[in-house]
């Protein structure tokens, strides 16, 4: 019976052997293949998000600096080019973006205020934003109010106040740019 038992155990090893062989050929090339096809639809979109990430910067940035300018428009009636004089605590130039504020020329109305922002570096594939804060007479009691309005640029090689209309009846973005709701 000994005989026997060795004999079955030795089958048994053998057979074992035989299923922890490990993987085919075939089964690792289907897994990369796998593995290739879900990077290639993962990492554009994981590149995107990070763009539309560094463009939110430029977007809360421009709609901080057209809120500013209301505020110092309330105080002293009149606009400013200073980013530093609305006092609303952003710098002119980060990582990604350059920061201008425009004072317009005019009166009553006709006055405005634009804030553009310029990717630093016009390869990245950034776009720009431009707001403008404008004068309106509201209702018919002739009482005047601000009116703020920000765009986006529709291509990365616009600058910011290319997206934006500055005349003095403007309330919206020109052909090269979106409004940003």
Same mark, same amino acid.
């Given at each position: 019976m000994k005989t026997e038992l060795k004999a079955k155990f030795l089958q048994h090893l053998v057979g074992k052997k035989k299923d922890d062989q490990g993987f085919t050929l075939i089964e690792l090339l289907v897994v990369i293949i796998i593995i290739g096809i879900l990077s290639a639809i993962a990492l554009?979109? &994981? #590149?995107?998000? !990070?763009?539309? /990430? +560094?463009? =939110?910067? !430029?977007?809360?940035?421009?709609? =901080?600096? *057209? +809120?500013?300018?209301? /505020? &110092? @428009?309330?105080? *002293?009636?009149? &606009?400013?080019?200073s980013v530093d004089a609305m006092g609303v605590g952003i710098g002119?130039?980060? /990582? *990604? @973006?350059? @920061?201008t504020a425009v004072a317009g020329s005019g009166t009553g109305t006709t006055l405005f205020a634009a804030n553009y922002s310029s990717s630093v570096n016009p390869t990245s594939g950034l776009k720009n934003y431009g707001g403008v804060v404008s004068l309106r007479t509201a209702g018919t009691n002739s009482e005047?109010? =601000? #009116? !703020?309005?920000?765009?986006?640029? *529709?291509?990365?090689?616009?600058?910011?106040?290319? /997206?934006v209309d500055t005349g003095a009846t403007s309330t919206g973005c020109l052909a090269t740019g979106k409004p940003i709701k």
């Open positions: 554009p979109s &994981f #590149l995107n998000q !990070a763009k539309k /990430a +560094r463009q =939110s910067e !430029a977007k809360t940035y421009v709609g =901080s600096m *057209n +809120r500013g300018q209301q /505020a &110092f @428009y309330t105080e *002293n009636d009149s &606009f400013t080019s002119t130039q980060t /990582a *990604n @973006y350059v @920061y005047v109010t =601000s #009116l !703020a309005f920000m765009c986006e640029t *529709n291509n990365v090689d616009k600058q910011g106040n290319e /997206a």
